[in-house]
């Protein structure tokens, strides 16, 4: 038997369970900030649907689509992320100071429904793949993904879910996996995305609209204004901090790292978009199959053509990203109408501090399942959804690039003009978009 010593001495087999949270918390992904969230939020199983459909039905021909697409989501997302850190009251805080109440009522009425609809179409996609993993009946998986996604935003502080929600971000990484299992072109691709070959007609068109719409989402605005709020009042090492007109003296720091978290967040987001209208390109519509209505349906008719690790890949990014996007869309809502009437607000908050905003989150995620019960199937709540978001979206990007641009809320920290003007892009993009749903093919 080994003296004392050289037990001692003995390299511990297992961590603690103390020291493994000591070191995840040191990780450079519990650094970002929720440039990364929103990024991945942006990716939700209804992005997947719209990516998939368009690798399906036009192949290589709509990978353009996402290098125009980052500086323009990348700008506006980084100038609702400013508006958050400089003033310290969230977007639609800032516009119920700046603007008629009208202006205010419209966009968050139109916003709460957009997000019911979009969230319903996120758990349907999320209950039916899991069905197609596990086995299990779909509507009792979509009732567990309702229960857990509820419970955590409920019940666990901020701080502690933002980085759960953090390590659910890697997903995001299947669909940069899926890749690697089929035969991929890379010199056509590469041609493909920078000179496209594709007849520019009216289904042509109605994707452009849906891939641009499905990118660039007013609940991300608000969502990304109000999380950079959350992480003031939950500051560094538990201490809060001031918003950047009261603490000018944080600014070059706190600017440089929103640039660095946005810029970064968008280029994932856009990243796997690419990825995932590529994977379905160089499977799917390269053996046929062009017709995609659901992420499920996506992930299915990759298996027997790309064999069964490229379907569970897919089918676990689409449930990843499920789990991040489902809070993002619910919590947007509540950060948007807590703001508008006035109530506290906030992750951090507990339930008995801040009821109105947790009712919003409750009503609008068990309001989204409930619409697969009723007449109106996902497909259908995806499509109004997307019509909503485009209303809303123009007039929203105006407001905020406006918001970003006045001395009056932002003192000397407004946005740039390289920024402005792509933000002003990026609006003149989405209102073409918009106004084309609406001309009959």
């Not at 400089?86 to 516009?95: E, F, Q, R, S």
Request: some cysteine; proline content about 5%.
């Amino acid at each position: 038997m080994g003296k004392p010593q050289d037990r001692i001495e003995r390299p511990a087999r297992f961590l603690s369970a103390g020291t493994v949270w000591a070191r995840l918390k040191e990780h450079p992904l519990a650094r970002v900030g929720p440039g990364l969230i929103t990024g991945v939020a942006d990716d939700d199983p209804s992005g997947i649907a719209t990516y998939s459909q368009a690798g399906a039905q036009f192949g290589l021909g709509m990978l353009w689509t996402m290098p125009i697409a980052y500086p323009l989501m990348a700008a506006i997302q980084s100038m609702c992320a400013r508006i958050g850190r400089v003033t310290g009251k969230g977007l639609a805080a800032n516009i119920k100071d700046s603007f008629p109440p009208s202006v205010l009522r419209a966009a968050v009425l139109l916003l709460l429904i957009a997000n019911v609809l979009n969230i319903a179409a996120d758990v349907a996609a999320m209950g039916e793949v899991a069905e197609l993993v596990t086995g299990f009946n779909r509507h009792v998986m979509t009732a567990f993904f309702v229960v857990l996604t509820l419970g955590l935003q409920i019940f666990i502080p901020y701080h502690r879910y933002v980085r759960f929600l953090k390590w659910l971000t890697l997903s995001l990484l299947a669909y940069a996996a899926v890749l690697f299992t089929v035969h991929v072109p890379w010199s056509h691709v590469f041609l493909q995305t920078i000179r496209p070959t594709f007849t520019p007609n009216a289904a042509a068109a109605a994707m452009v609209v849906g891939i641009f719409g499905t990118t660039i989402s007013p609940y991300l605005f608000f969502w990304q204004a109000s999380e950079e709020v959350e992480n003031m009042q939950v500051g560094k090492s538990g201490v809060a901090t001031s918003s950047l007109l009261a603490e000018p003296a944080a600014a070059d720091a706190e600017l440089r790292r929103i640039r660095w978290d946005t810029w970064s967040g968008m280029l994932y987001s856009d990243l796997t978009a690419y990825f995932i209208i590529l994977a379905t390109a160089v499977t799917l519509h390269a053996a046929g199959v062009t017709n995609i209505d659901t992420a499920a349906q996506a992930a299915n008719a990759l298996r027997p053509v790309a064999g069964n690790f490229a379907f569970l890949l897919f089918a676990t990014g689409i449930l990843g990203v499920g789990l991040v996007g489902v809070p993002v869309l619910a919590g947007s809502g509540g950060y948007a109408l807590s703001e508008a009437m006035g109530w506290r607000s906030g992750l951090e908050r507990k339930v008995s501090e801040a009821r109105g905003f947790y009712a919003v989150i409750a009503v609008s995620v068990l309001a989204g399942s409930l619409i697969q019960y009723s007449p109106i199937s996902p497909m259908k709540a995806l499509f109004w959804s997307a019509v909503i978001n485009g209303v809303v979206a123009v007039p929203l990007m105006a407001v905020t690039i406006l918001l970003a641009s006045r001395q009056s809320v932002m003192g000397s920290f407004r946005a740039g003009k390289p920024i402005i003007v792509l933000g002003w892009l990026a609006t003149g993009l989405m209102g073409t978009a918009a106004v084309r749903m609406f001309i009959p093919d």
